[in-house]
């Protein structure tokens, strides 16, 4: 996946459904699993896998199953997801998760959304040109912004330095809040907080040392995925490391710049997300802090709100 040799790596991804995994516990459906075929009319069963990001991440291909797909439909996800995909998704059956397949005997067959992949996105070619698919609610999107225009003129700038993850993998790619200077020396800029499991002081100690981010204390974004979603929309930007935050963003369409490093398998050597391409990567090099990483969002940062205000100034 890393190497973007998707015609190859799809097919082992598959081997994923043949081990327990601690995020997805359940156990397969008893039906088989969509290959492809037509199903004329027939009933399937779509199922989450993984974390939130991960889900995302693959559901993006909802758009693509449903263009060929003479089917009734039931997509079953995160329960903290359900409305997003109820009204991104209005013509098929969008509910939570159910992981003992209580009613699996209404299905024809069914499909981890991890799997849409591999008869979708085999080859570079075959990602979205544009990757928005997800829909935040409209009035709640209208509300953020007038909390925003609150904090005074300037770009409003989504933060998100660490993911709930502290797995092997993925603590490398974490960040801290000193490692944010650069950007919070942006002009006028605003940094909101979005970042999960906030530790108590980090804030604080972060502003002591010159990197001050606003938190709406009352946003609880570990669960409340409607208002994340919407306040999102409403920024100018967000800054996230790899974690579920930049798969929603770009499911959104929102402009994302992500610190990463290489490899990614999800990446695929790419500079822009290629399920989400509002989504630029900006890698690191290996062994390396993140301040040159740190200094080029910044520098983008500042090229986008000129233009901008570019636009703005001969409209």
Request: proline letters at 6%; glycine letters at 8%; aromatic letters at 8%.
């Amino acid at each position: 996946l890393a190497q973007a040799r998707l015609a190859e790596a799809w097919p082992l991804f598959e081997s994923r459904l043949r081990r327990q995994r601690g995020s997805t516990p359940r156990p397969l459906p008893p039906v088989p699993q969509w290959s492809g075929e037509a199903l004329a009319g027939r009933s399937i069963l779509i199922w989450r896998e993984e974390g939130i990001g991960d889900e995302i991440r693959f559901s993006s291909c909802l758009t693509d199953a449903l263009s060929v797909l003479d089917a009734q439909v039931t997509y079953e996800c995160d329960a903290r997801l359900k409305g997003l995909y109820a009204r991104s998704f209005p013509k098929i059956t969008v509910r939570e998760e159910d992981p003992t397949h209580a009613d699996i005997d209404k299905f024809a067959v069914h499909m981890p959304v991890g799997s849409l992949p591999g008869i979708f996105r085999r080859s570079l070619a075959e990602f979205p040109v544009d990757g928005a698919f997800l829909k935040a609610d409209p009035e709640r999107v209208a509300a953020w912004r007038q909390r925003l225009d609150q904090l005074g003129p300037g770009p409003k700038i989504g933060a998100g330095w660490r993911s709930l993850n502290a797995g092997w993998h993925k603590l490398p790619l974490h960040s801290d809040l000193n490692d944010w200077k650069p950007i919070a020396a942006v002009d006028h800029a605003h940094l909101i907080s979005l970042q999960s499991g906030l530790r108590g002081g980090e804030i604080e100690t972060a502003a002591a040392n010159g990197v001050s981010v606003h938190r709406f204390d009352e946003l609880d974004m570990d669960n409340d995925m409607e208002n994340a979603a919407a306040l999102m929309l409403a920024l100018d930007a967000v800054v996230s490391c790899q974690c579920w935050l930049l798969h929603l963003g770009g499911a959104l369409g929102v402009k994302v710049y992500t610190f990463n490093a290489k490899p990614n398998p999800y990446l695929m050597d790419q500079d822009t997300n290629p399920w989400a391409p509002s989504v630029e990567v900006i890698y690191r090099e290996h062994g390396a802090a993140w301040t040159t990483a740190m200094t080029e969002i910044a520098n983008r940062l500042r090229v986008r709100f000129e233009q901008r205000t570019l636009r703005h100034g001969s409209a």
